[in-house]
């Protein structure tokens, strides 16, 4: 089951000056920064109540984000989803005809399993899949 929006992953070109935005902007902090290697990203999070905000900047040109600023520019990149039993809504997903980018849920930032379904079939959204890693998937 998908239970809220987890995060609003934006892209960035320069993820200093836009924590410095974002701080402004929401009168706080973030709370966390992380890079993960497999991914190509470094980012930081800021709280927005229930929600938050995962700000994204390229760690190398083939990351998903430099190839994203490219074409698109700084901006929205992808919206994630909570979910109580990441493989069980991988395989409801798979049978309902989207398609994901990994077979098997892979380790995001912030102590989250991930999984991605390409934009093709989302209409043009990239969609995060994310799960508390201390709930082990079955
Ligand atoms: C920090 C970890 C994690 C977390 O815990 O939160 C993250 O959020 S990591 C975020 C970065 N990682 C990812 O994005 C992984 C998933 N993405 C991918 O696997 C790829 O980016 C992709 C979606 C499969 C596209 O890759 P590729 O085909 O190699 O790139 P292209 O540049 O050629 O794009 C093809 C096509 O798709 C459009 N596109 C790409 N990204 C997005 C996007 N974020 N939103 C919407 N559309 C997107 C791109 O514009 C191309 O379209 P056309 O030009 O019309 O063909
Ligand atoms: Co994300």
Not at 82 to 95: F, G, P, Q, T, Y
Not at 125 to 136: A, F, G, H, S
């Amino acid at each position: 089951m998908l239970t809220n929006v987890e995060h609003i992953g934006i892209a960035v070109r320069d993820i200093a000056a836009s924590n410095a935005l974002f701080a402004k902007l929401l009168n706080s902090q973030p709370y966390k920064a992380e890079t993960v290697e497999a991914e190509g990203v470094t980012t930081s999070f800021f709280r927005v109540n229930q929600t938050k905000i995962e700000l994204l900047e390229a760690t190398d040109a083939a990351s998903p984000i430099a190839k994203f600023l490219e074409k698109k520019g700084e901006g929205i990149h992808h919206i994630a989803f909570e979910v109580d039993d990441i493989e069980a809504e991988m395989s409801r997903l798979a049978a309902e005809g989207f398609t994901l980018l990994s077979e098997k849920p892979k380790a995001g930032a912030d102590n989250k399993l991930v999984c991605f379904l390409h934009p093709k079939g989302t209409n043009g959204v990239l969609i995060e899949l994310c799960q508390e890693r201390t709930v082990l998937p079955k």
